[in-house]
């Protein structure tokens, strides 16, 4: 049985000089209604699952192409997010968008050891994609404080935390803003018998992301680093 296709009511959204265009979905005949209601109805609707990814050939190939492994496997996880549909879903009011391209803010440390949230523009190409996030973080050198620009909606909310190959992961959430980016989150990367893994957690919104669909995405990002 095919699901009902999203409404054709596509809208051109411009941020940072950039069109994303979005497609309004048509709640009323959409699959997810009775998921995306109930769980729209929680304080706390995300969810969250953490596992291991294996990075061996990853960092491998960001070594030789002399990219560094941040940029690397932040590029892996956006091009493995603009693949499931599910990923690239956001709720904006009573409304359900699903956007075409999906960017990334990520938490940028400075050098007195505080942090910034960027905004990095995907691009397929990883050179190109590195000369943005490079850019990115050398205007975070220069500011200070948390919220350091204005943020779209269609972004999943990343951060690495390189000091702990933790096994469980939480975020602060305020339940008073409205929030349905999904929040992608990995360890210290560390080493056993030749093999290379990190931690990995991905936290999303119920109402729009089952345990399926992150398994998707975690099975096209492991394809992606295997490259």
């Not at 360890?187 to 109402?207: I, Q, R, Y």
Request: hydrophobic share 35%.
């Amino acid at each position: 049985k095919k699901h009902p296709k999203p409404s054709p009511h596509r809208e051109g959204f411009v941020f940072n000089n950039h069109t994303t265009l979005k497609t309004k979905i048509d709640l009323n005949n959409w699959n997810r209604k009775g998921h995306f209601e109930f769980f729209s109805a929680f304080q706390e609707p995300f969810f969250g699952i953490t596992t291991t990814i294996d990075c061996t050939i990853a960092y491998g190939k960001s070594k030789a192409m002399q990219i560094s492994f941040f940029v690397y496997y932040l590029h892996k996880t956006l091009v493995a997010v603009n693949k499931i549909e599910n990923f690239r879903y956001r709720i904006e009011g009573e409304n359900v968008y699903l956007y075409d391209e999906i960017d990334a803010s990520a938490t940028i440390m400075r050098k007195d050891k505080t942090f910034g949230f960027s905004f990095m523009k995907f691009h397929e190409d990883i050179h190109e994609f590195n000369t943005i996030v490079q850019t990115e973080i050398e205007r975070i050198q220069t500011t200070t404080g948390i919220l350091t620009r204005e943020y779209p909606e269609n972004i999943i909310h990343f951060s690495a935390v390189p000091w702990i190959n933790f096994t469980g992961l939480t975020h602060s959430r305020n339940f008073g803003v409205t929030d349905s980016c999904p929040k992608i989150s990995y360890g210290k990367m560390v080493e056993e018998n030749g093999k290379k893994s990190m931690a990995l957690s991905v936290t999303a919104h119920h109402g729009l992301i089952d345990g399926y669909h992150i398994g998707l995405f975690i099975e096209a990002l492991q394809t992606e680093l295997n490259k």
